[in-house]
Every structure is written in C-alpha cells, then in structure tokens.
C-alpha cells in the first residue's frame, strides 16, 4: 500500500521569505500523481499544485513550485514571498495512475498527516 | 463555480444515535468521497463512490455506510454514533480522470465537525 509521509508538523516563517514543506512518499508504482493541498482556517481545502511522475519538470503555480525527486520519493513544495494567506493546513497527497478506461478506482488520493504553516508578519 | 455543500459545520450527537451527514454537488461529477480528518493522522477515506448507486470502502469503512441515490448527494451514516467517531469529516467529489491529462482534482466540501458525547 502507498504511504505518504510528511514529517514537520508544524513549520513557521517570516512574511516575504522562502519556506520548504517535505513530503516523502512510498509506492512501487513507476508512474503516479502528486499533490499540494491547501486548508486555511475554517475554509474548504483547495488544490495548490500537481506533479505527474513521468514529468522530469519540476511543477510551478505562481509563488508555489516543488522539488519532486523520484529516485529517493520525496516531494517537497516551496513558498516563495510567502504571504498572510499562506497561512494554512498543507497536505501532500498521492494518487495512483489509472489502469484502463474505466473510471473505478482511479480517484483514491493518499494523504499525508499535514504541515499547520504559520507565516510570522 | 464549483460547489460542494455539506449538511452542517457543527453537529453534536449522543452515543448510539443514528448519525447522517450530507454532501451535495453541483458540477455533474461521477465521483464522490468521504473522508475523516483527524490531528496528526491526516484525511483518510472512508467511502468513496463513482456513480449513482455505486460504492466502495475505503480505508476506514468499519462503523460508517453511505448512500447515493442520485449523482449530486452523497450521503454518510453512522448507524450507532461513538464517542470515537467524534471528528472532521470532509466530502469531496471529482470527475473522472483525476490523474489524467486534463489535471482535474477533488473539490472538498467545508466540513462538518461532528461531536458525539
């Protein structure tokens, strides 16, 4: 079974700086899916960023890019200039690819335990 | 824009009650989930279904049934409320080829906390 494995419970940084959250992952699967959740206070969970496995390219939205390193699972997610509004709950998430055409499991998402990030003003 | 509604933000039950927690959509999408969100164990899936009538476990099923009668709701049921089943619970739903090339996600509902004392 796939695992994700997000080991900073809690991060902290200084309004405008960089911040790495990691995320490592274990699969047998060559070819798979990432993900970056967001959840602020009290608000819906939103999509960050994705990475799909057979890209080399390191995925980029805006201030938000990763590192994802295949070889060693691990998959990380940089904030660039971090704002107020990065203030949040972020989760890593794995999904597997899907085998056929038919849609039947191909949705499951893994998650990881979360990062409560706090940006200091 | 995308919508996913839950029932309730907050809800308190008694033990043994009969608990139910709604999910309605309203973007035609195929799949549907429910997930618990717990302090240092991330979201893990209860339910999930991919179509009307149609579900399957998920990681955690024991204590929790669904039901979807029609594509836009998914609804969760604890037969017998416990104390242990007091958490977050979060309802999401996707259309068909998350991991495909289009680059689609789950959209999450707000939440319901569910107290059961």
């Known amino acids: 079974a796939q695992t994700v494995t997000q080991s900073q419970p809690e991060m902290s940084v200084q309004e405008a700086e960089t911040v790495t959250l990691s995320c490592t992952y274990d699969?047998?699967?060559?070819?798979?899916?990432l993900f970056w959740y967001k959840q602020p206070p009290s608000r819906q969970m939103i999509l960050v960023i994705r990475?799909?496995?057979?890209?080399?390219q390191n995925a980029t939205e805006n201030r938000f890019s990763v590192n994802f390193q295949k070889a060693a699972k691990s998959f990380s997610l940089k904030i660039s200039d971090s704002q107020l509004g990065d203030a949040a709950m972020y989760f890593c998430?794995?999904?597997?690819?899907?085998?056929?055409?038919?849609?039947?499991?191909?949705?499951?998402?893994?998650f990881g335990t979360g990062t409560r990030l706090t940006i200091i003003p | 824009d995308v919508k996913v509604t839950q029932s309730s933000r907050y809800l308190v039950k008694r033990t043994g009650e009969k608990v139910f927690l709604e999910c309605v959509q309203d973007?035609?999408?195929?799949?549907m989930f429910w997930y618990r969100q717990d302090p240092g164990l991330g979201l893990r899936l209860i339910y999930f279904?991919?179509?009307?009538?149609?579900?399957e476990k998920g990681d955690i099923p024991e204590g929790y049934s669904v039901s979807r009668e029609k594509k836009e709701r998914f609804s969760l049921i604890l037969e017998s409320a416990s104390t242990n089943q007091t958490s977050m619970y979060l309802c999401?739903?996707?259309?068909?080829?998350?991991?495909?090339?289009?680059?689609?996600?789950?959209?999450f509902g707000p939440g319901t906390r569910l107290t059961v004392l």
């Open positions: 973007m035609d999408h195929e799949n």
């Open positions: 998430a794995y999904c597997r690819p899907p085998f056929t055409l038919s849609n039947f499991g191909n949705e499951k998402l893994t």
């Open positions: 699969t047998s699967e060559s070819d798979y899916y």
């Open positions: 999401a739903s996707s259309p068909p080829g998350l991991a495909g090339p289009m680059g689609r996600t789950q959209y």
């Open positions: 279904s991919y179509d009307v009538k149609m579900k």
């Open positions: 990475q799909e496995a057979y890209k080399q």
